[in-house]
């Protein structure tokens, strides 16, 4: 007995030519390309050792030139495009490597919150019997902010880049929980879910047929929402002194060492402001256009 699912998949090509045709996607994923490339690229830009110190020209405004010795001796130019800060350390330099911390932070927290979620909210939305015990931590999880939670989890454990991630993760999962649950709950009630549980399809086998090709597009525009929030989240930690340590260059890092200089020298804080700024808006322009190409309530809407 065959059995037709009632929601066809979009056509890829259909797809591929809506998402082509968006602006938030393609602005969207224009700015996060460009920002992965600088932090890919990062040591082919004209940058030094971020964690270099040189007294001798800290608190250097940009555009600062000066001549520098090399490791063997010899006098180089250096331009300082962004300035120093007040350690002597290149502030351009440290911009850009920090712009690798903050999207591993966001790809991992993303990656991980959507795998953990996914397995939690098919097990809530198949078990019945575990979904109130299941729903009922997830709602104490969000009851707490998430700022404060992340905070906790990292005064557990030592400061560092896992412990940033564990800790933004944590209030992450209970979203993606609650949207995997509501798409199972919804789906189960479908009449080709119906018919293949009556002739006796395996449970594995409906899970991985019907539930998850239907969980595919709400989760990847979830996941661009999440690494955004991370991105964020690991900046505010960073910058309250609690994230990743001071010696490795993150956007965060930057703002907290420039803030108590910044009437004075306020190029410590906006240059990579600005880069935190325009990462976040690229990921949130690029989640906001796969949300109206991929949810088909929004495109019955529109």
Known sequence: MAIADATPLRPRTSTLRQLARSSSVVIGGLLVA????????????????????????????????????????????????????????????????????????????????????????????????????????????????????AIGVVSIFRAGLFAVIVAIVVPEVPRVVRLVRSIVLSIREEPYVESAITVGTPTPLLIVRHVLPNTIAPLIVQGTFICAAAILIEAILSFLGIGIPPEIPTWGNIMAEGRTLFRVFPHNILYPGIFLAITVLG?????????DVLDPKMERRG
């Open 34 to 149: 460009a920002m992965v490339a600088v932090a890919a690229l990062a040591p082919w830009l004209g940058t030094r050792n971020p964690g270099e110190v040189n007294p001798s020209v800290r608190n250097k405004l940009p555009g600062f030139e000066a001549t520098i010795r090399d490791d063997d001796g010899n006098k180089v130019p250096v331009s300082y495009r962004f300035g120093t800060d007040s350690l002597g350390r290149d502030i351009y330099s440290r911009v850009l490597y920090g712009a690798r911390v903050s999207l591993i932070v966001g790809l991992t927290v993303s990656v991980i919150s959507l795998a953990v979620g996914l397995l939690i909210g098919l097990i809530a939305g198949y078990v019945r019997w575990l979904d109130g015990i299941i729903m009922r931590f997830m709602d104490g999880l969000m009851a707490i902010p998430a700022i404060l939670l």
């Open 283 to 291: 990921v949130n322009m690029l989640g906001d256009g796969l949300r």
